[in-house]
């Protein structure tokens, strides 16, 4: 794995051949960034074999999705640690579940329909919010993203970010004040 920092032109290119199934641009771009991607999946998950798995899957939806990549979603670069953020986050969930709810049945249902920040990235504005999102801090921008698009409670985003729940509640409500005087300007 290397150490240094992915060009992002680079990676655009890369993400340009994945998207064409070249196995070798794939290699390529797991060498430039798993380190990179790992870390993020550690660092939220808190346990190696659970990093490593989302990982693994975050690389699999990379690999199906590099096609649909495009410039207004961010830098390619924290467009696949995004992938990898929620990846980490749904896998934590999904095993929080299991362990609370007792419901083998649980782990297999998934909502497949789009949540309302997908509608609002789709609209005109999607550019102005992608970038407005960017500016948040990242415990800010997980803590809208999740509550908003992914439908966390405020004791599940808790458990998810390791946080007190006072604490998210303070991100979420910081990060709407910051968005809404970024969407202003």
Do not use: N
């Amino acid at each position: 794995m290397t150490t240094r920092d992915p060009d992002q032109e680079e990676l655009m290119a890369l993400l340009v051949s994945v998207a064409r199934s070249d196995r070798q641009a794939f290699q390529l771009l797991y060498k430039m960034i798993s380190a990179r991607m790992f870390g993020l999946c550690f660092k939220l998950a808190g346990q190696q074999e659970l990093a490593e798995e989302a990982l693994q899957d975050a690389f699999v939806q990379i690999w199906h999705h590099a096609g649909e990549y495009h410039s207004d979603r961010g830098t390619p670069l924290s467009w696949m640690l995004t992938i990898a953020r929620y990846r980490t986050l749904d896998l934590m969930r999904s095993r929080a579940v299991r362990r609370t709810s007792g419901d083998e049945h649980l782990e297999h249902l998934e909502d497949q329909r789009g949540g309302p920040l997908d509608a609002s990235l789709r609209s005109a504005g999607a550019r102005q919010l992608t970038g407005c999102l960017d500016e948040l801090s990242d415990v800010q921008r997980d803590s809208i993203l999740l509550s908003y698009y992914r439908g966390f409670t405020h004791d599940e985003l808790a458990q998810a970010l390791s946080s007190p729940v006072g604490t998210v509640k303070s991100w979420i409500r910081r990060g709407l004040m910051a968005l809404k005087r970024c969407l202003e300007r």
